[in-house]
T-cell receptor, first 113, second 113 residues
Framework: ETGVTQTPRHLVMGMTNKKSLKCEQH?????MYWYKQSAKKPLELMFV???????ENNSVPSRFSPECPNSSHLFLHLHTLQPEDSALYLC????????????FGSGTRLTVV | TQLLEQSPQFLSIQEGENLTVYCNSS?????LQWYRQEPGEGPVLLVT?????EVKKLKRLTFQFGDARKDSSLHITAAQPGDTGLYLC?????????????FGKGTKLSVKP
């Protein structure tokens, strides 16, 4: 498996459920990201981890909780979500530093019912 | 707000036609990237431009970074159905923390056979 792998590809959850999204990369990248992609909006950066430390949290509601146990794995823990949280959640990785392109996973299509 | 405006939002053309899509901002970027995203997949990096006035070619795709580093264009020659997708531009500002990549909303291109 090459690139960035995200699981599951699709997820339907109730507002009282707890679930986790998983992201894995073996590209040797030291930065990993969670993005939210909704219709008619630009990609929204949620969380950034660089060298396994969180460096950015763009005022994301606490019902989203990231975890980065090592430089190859990233999780997004979800609990008590709202229907407006339904979106495509994309994980990406890159080398640390600026001007590097990101490698994205295929995303998890999340539907909150 | 440091926005990237992409135009047009939607473009539907016949196979063999040429097209240009634009990415504009009022702020200066240290680099700009272009991605293509197909339905159900994550964005895939096409190119990174870092020097004002730079032109890069990728087969039938020509990318240009504006002299003032505030805008970029993507020109496709003799478009093919395989070029169909959402084209996203993303910019990095000078300085800032890891992960300060700003995305536009994208241009959705449809190339009909």
């Amino acid at each position: 498996e090459t690139g960035v792998t995200q699981t599951p590809r699709h997820l339907v959850m109730g507002m009282t459920n707890k679930k986790s999204l998983k992201c894995e990369q073996h590209l040797g990248h030291n930065a990993m990201y969670w993005y939210k992609q909704s219709a008619k909006k630009p990609l929204e950066l949620m969380f950034v981890y660089s060298l396994e430390e969180r460096v950015e949290n763009n005022s994301v509601p606490s019902r989203f909780s990231p975890e980065c146990p090592n430089s190859s794995h990233l999780f997004l823990h979800l609990h008590t979500l709202q229907p407006e949280d339904s979106a495509l959640y994309l994980c990406a990785s890159s080398p640390t530093g600026h001007n590097y392109g990101y490698t994205f996973g295929s995303g998890t299509r999340l539907t909150v019912v | 707000t440091q926005l990237l405006e992409q135009s047009p939002q939607f473009l539907s053309i016949q196979e063999g036609e040429n097209l240009t899509v634009y990415c504009n901002s009022s702020s200066v970027f240290s680099s700009l990237q272009w991605y293509r995203q197909e339905p159900g997949e994550g964005p895939v990096l096409l190119v990174t431009v870092v020097t004002g006035g730079e032109v890069k070619k990728l087969k039938r795709l020509t990318f240009q970074f504006g002299d003032a580093r505030k805008d970029s264009s993507l020109h496709i020659t003799a478009a093919q159905p395989g070029d169909t997708g959402l084209y996203l531009c993303a910019g990095t500002h000078y300085g800032g923390s890891q992960g300060n990549l700003i995305f536009g909303k994208g241009t959705k291109l449809s190339v009909k056979p």
